[in-house]
């Protein structure tokens, strides 16, 4: 399974560093999402004490962006921790069943391997008798 380069970059602006950042996603990021666009959200900033909300399409093109700095007396409201955590148990949720999916995989993979070691321990056992076979032939004569 290929894990290597299955990223891409791509860029954000953001308004309380003023500038454009470079981030790194998964490919298939906007795969398997129950609406779209669908907000993917993590701190960044040298602190990392900005809270980032990007807001990325089917094509996993981030059609918006929205940072808030987090102070120390920075007490969210009841509706933007619902807000964060819907969000969070709603990845959550996706990781879980994107994990299932590869134990599934994963249990098929071992599944093809003991197939395969049962074909070569009987390509094996054919092999042992045709030699033999032809060494008792070899006698004879
Ligand atoms: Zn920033």
Redesign the pocket.
């Known amino acids: 399974m290929k894990v290597k380069n299955d990223y891409f970059i791509t860029h954000y602006y953001?308004r309380?560093?003023n500038?454009e950042?470079t981030i790194k996603l998964r490919k298939n990021i906007a795969e398997n999402r129950e609406r779209y666009p669908f907000s993917y959200i993590f701190l960044?900033?040298d602190l990392k004490n900005?809270l980032t909300m990007l807001y990325i399409d089917i094509d996993a093109q981030i059609r918006g962006v929205d940072?808030k700095e987090l102070t120390d007396e920075d007490i969210f409201s009841k509706d933007q921790v619902k807000s964060i955590t819907t969000k969070m148990i709603d990845e959550i949720e996706r990781l879980r069943r994107e994990n299932m999916i590869l134990l599934d995989e994963i249990n098929e993979l071992k599944k093809k391997k003991e197939w395969l070691n049962i074909w070569n321990y009987n390509t094996n056992q054919v092999n042992i008798m045709v030699f033999k076979k032809l060494s008792c032939k070899l006698n004879e004569d």
Request: include cysteine; charged fraction near 10%; hydrophobic fraction near 35%.
């Open positions: 953001c309380i560093c500038k950042h960044h900033g900005i940072v």
